[in-house]
């Protein structure tokens, strides 16, 4: 099935739109991988959201795009990086990412990008260009790891 990827500004999104992606965040962080953590946390006001929209109209892949300073100082970010279940293994986590790369070098040219990875996914996000920097900790319940992709080696 194919997915459209569509990136907007937090005042751009419609309610419905605003509602899927708070829906598909909720069904995977909080209840999938059993995390109650509060995930309005003030930051969506001041991004742009990355939406993957399958033929049906379905919302099954998202991320959020901070530019820097926001969550940190000297970078922009990739975050609450999320696929709908059906769509794992499928090679669209990589579409997702790569279309969030891209629009951090259209948005923000010459910034590094910087994330928060659940240490499970190091080794997709290294295959993305992404390296581990610090020591893993614990988020949420869940372990961590900071990721750099400095924007001089990257392939965009």
């Known amino acids: 099935m194919k997915v459209i990827y569509e990136l ?3 005042d751009q999104l419609s309610l ?3 509602y899927k992606i708070l829906q598909l965040r909720q069904e995977v962080f909080i209840l999938e991988q059993d995390c109650p953590y509060v995930d309005a946390d003030d930051k969506d006001q001041v991004g742009y959201h990355l939406m993957g ?3 049906s109209g379905k919302l099954v892949a998202y991320t959020r795009i901070l530019e820097k300073g926001i969550s940190y100082e000297d970078y922009c970010s990739i975050g609450r990086v999320v696929t709908n279940m059906n769509f794992r293994s499928t090679g669209e986590g990589y579409k997702l990412m790569d279309f ?3 629009k951090c070098s259209e948005l923000w040219p010459g910034i590094s990008i910087k994330i928060s990875a659940q240490s499970h996914l190091q080794r997709f996000y290294s295959r993305l260009g992404f390296k581990p920097v610090g020591e893993t900790y614990l988020e949420d319940n869940i372990l961590h790891i900071g990721m750099l992709k ?5 392939r965009f």
């Not at 400095?150 to 990257?154: G, I, L, R, S």
């Open 100 to 102: 969030s790369i891209i």
């Open 150 to 154: 400095e924007v001089n080696k990257d």
């Open 8 to 10: 907007k500004y937090f």
């Open 53 to 55: 929209i399958d033929e």
């Open 16 to 18: 419905v739109e605003l």
